[in-house]
C-alpha cells in the first residue's frame, strides 16, 4: 500500500495498559491481524471493512481478536477501540460504546473504570512481568519463573486462557511500549530501540503485520492525550 496516498489517521489516541482509543479520521490499511479486539465507531457515517473474505459496513463494526480485516473506509471520523481480550469481551466493548454514544472523553473515562474479565493468578504475575518489559530481552524461562509455572505450563496457560503464545503477547507489549515513545517524540529507531526492537525495520514490520500500515503513516498526524 502506498502510505501516501492514504488519507486518514488524524486525530487524538489514548493508550492505556490493556486498551486504547482513537479520535480519527480512517486511513484505508493492508489486511492484518492482531491480537486486540477492535470496534469502529463511524462519527456521522457508516465504516466499511473487510472481515476476511466478506465486506462489511455500518455504523459500528465489531473485530474479534485474530480477526484478518482490512479498512477500507478513509477520511470518515470514527472512534476506534483497540481492546486485549485478557481484560474485555467483545460484549463488555459493545455496552461500553453504547453507554459513552458518541463522546471519546466519555468511552475513555467507561473503558478506565470497566471491570476486567477475572485472571488465574500465575497468569496475573506473568502479566504484570510482561508489562514491566524494557528493552532487554525476557526469556520465558524467567517469565515461567515468575508465575512460579515450568515452561511448559506457562505455555499451556497462555494457549488455553489467552489463545495466545507467550512470544506474541511480549511483541504485542513492545509494539505498545514503542508507539507510546514514538507518539511522545522519540524517533521510530529511538522507540524500537527502547522496546527491545533489534532495529526500526524490525519494529517497522512488525507494526505492518499488525496493524497493515507503516508506523509513520499510524502515527505522524496523532495526538497523544491523557486519561482524567
Not at 55 to 70: K, L, Y
Not at 95 to 110: D, M
Request: net charge positive.
Amino acid at each position: 500500500m502506498d502510505d501516501t496516498a492514504t488519507p486518514g489517521w488524524q486525530g487524538d489516541i489514548w493508550l492505556a495498559d490493556d486498551h486504547c482509543l482513537l479520535r480519527s479520521t480512517l486511513g484505508r490499511t493492508d489486511s492484518h491481524v492482531h491480537y486486540a479486539h477492535q470496534v469502529l465507531v463511524g462519527l456521522g457515517a457508516d465504516v466499511e471493512v473487510r472481515l476476511g473474505e466478506r465486506i462489511c459496513s455500518g455504523p459500528q463494526v465489531f473485530i474479534a481478536s485474530r480477526q484478518p480485516h482490512a479498512i477500507l473506509s478513509h477520511g470518515v471520523p470514527c472512534l476506534t477501540v483497540f481492546a486485549e481480550p485478557l481484560a474485555f469481551d467483545l460484549a463488555d466493548l459493545a455496552l461500553a460504546c453504547k453507554q459513552a454514544g458518541n463522546s471519546a472523553e466519555q468511552l475513555a473515562e467507561c473503558l478506565m473504570h470497566w471491570p476486567r474479565r477475572p485472571l488465574d493468578p500465575r497468569l496475573r504475575k506473568a502479566l504484570e512481568r510482561i508489562r514491566a518489559l524494557d528493552e532487554q530481552a525476557l526469556p520465558a524461562q524467567e517469565l515461567a519463573s515468575t508465575a512460579a509455572l515450568s515452561l511448559s505450563q506457562l505455555e499451556r496457560l497462555f494457549s488455553g486462557s489467552l489463545k495466545l503464545s507467550v512470544r506474541r503477547l511480549v511483541l504485542w507489549q513492545r509494539l505498545r511500549m514503542a508507539l507510546q515513545q514514538a507518539l511522545g517524540g522519540a524517533s521510530l529507531t529511538e522507540a524500537a530501540l527502547a522496546a527491545g526492537f533489534a532495529d526500526s525495520a524490525h519494529f517497522t514490520r512488525s507494526v505492518r503485520q499488525q496493524f497493515g500500515l507503516s508506523p509513520g503513516a499510524a502515527l505522524r498526524r496523532l495526538r497523544l492525550r491523557t486519561f482524567g
